[in-house]
């Protein structure tokens, strides 16, 4: 059994029982169940429709998500997240590099990186090269006033957590970020580079090893490990190519408001909807959000 969901973005409702019912109609599927009236629907299907990316296209047209998936397992007991344009709305590297004057060469980077254009590693450790000498005490300003959440992010980990679930936030950014992300967020466990400094500036360099794809990875195997589940028992979320072979692995792999080359290898992808999408693929509707 499958189950097909139709979501956009909560802020911005624009879900209508007409489409819902259309495309139920015309696939064949179960009655539907309405997550969040407005925002968010879901239908049972007997398999995945061969047309699925056909009607995908049209409904990102009108401002809409649509995933199909596996019924079976759908809520998972582990969430493992990125951090940068995925829990927060920012890259953080790039806003440290504004600060220290080179945040147009370093944006650009960091955009090819993402897409996998660019070895990760490299391009990090370029990256960071050029923030030499910025004073330490810039991060914590850059946390304050240049820092926000992704919307949905305090639901989709109380949510989770109120049922149980295991939360990592792992992240090829810096610590000094991740730290303060997941504790705000309430986060079991945050995982990311270091950035090294001397006498309150930073150095220009990171500490090795280099947390990026294969990391990710090796933290959700380890983790799934260690709480005796599998990866399949995991919804993992990202956006850039450092990402994919998390996204990959893991039972429900979410490509959110992702670089191309990473949402063209996922089978759910949310380009309009908030981190609660998250929510309303486990098949959680909006009375069963954690405050």
């Not at 254009?117 to 910025?134: H, I, M, P, Q, S």
């Not at 990710?216 to 589940?229: C, W, Y």
Request: some cysteine; charged content about 25%; aromatic content about 4%.
């Amino acid at each position: 059994m499958f189950v097909a969901t139709i979501l956009t973005d909560p802020a911005r409702p624009r879900l209508d029982r007409v489409t819902v019912e259309s495309l139920r109609n015309a696939w064949g599927g179960g009655h539907a169940r309405w997550l969040d009236p407005g925002v968010a629907a879901e239908f049972d299907l007997a398999e995945t429709p061969a047309n699925l990316w056909s009607v995908w296209a049209d409904l990102q047209a009108m401002g809409l998500d649509l995933a199909v998936q596996r019924a079976e397992g759908r809520k998972k007991h582990l969430l493992i997240a990125d951090m940068d344009s995925t829990m927060i709305r920012q890259e953080c590297i790039d806003e440290l590099a504004d600060e220290a004057g080179v945040g147009p060469h370093v944006a650009g980077i960091t955009a090819r990186a993402m897409n996998g254009e660019l070895d990760f590693e490299a391009a990090l450790k370029e990256r960071v090269a050029l923030l030499r000498g910025l004073p330490t005490a810039t991060i914590q300003r850059v946390l304050k006033d240049r820092i926000t959440l992704m919307p949905g992010g305090p639901e989709l980990l109380a949510t989770m957590k109120a049922n149980g679930a295991y939360t990592l936030l792992v992240s090829g950014g810096f610590t000094a970020f991740t730290d303060a992300i997941a504790g705000k967020l309430g986060f079991d466990e945050s995982r990311a580079n270091t950035l090294l400094a001397h006498e309150s500036k930073l150095t220009g360099e990171v500490a090795l090893p280099i947390l990026g794809k294969a990391a990710k990875l090796q933290a959700l195997e380890e983790v799934t490990a260690r709480l005796g589940i599998t990866p399949e028992d995991a919804i993992a979320v990202g956006d850039g190519a450092n990402d994919l072979a998390m996204l990959k692995r893991a039972g429900a792999g979410v490509a959110l408001h992702a670089k191309p080359v990473v949402a063209a290898e996922c089978q759910l992808r949310v380009n309009h909807g908030d981190l609660t999408a998250l929510l309303y693929l486990q098949g959680y509707s909006r009375d069963e959000f954690a405050a």
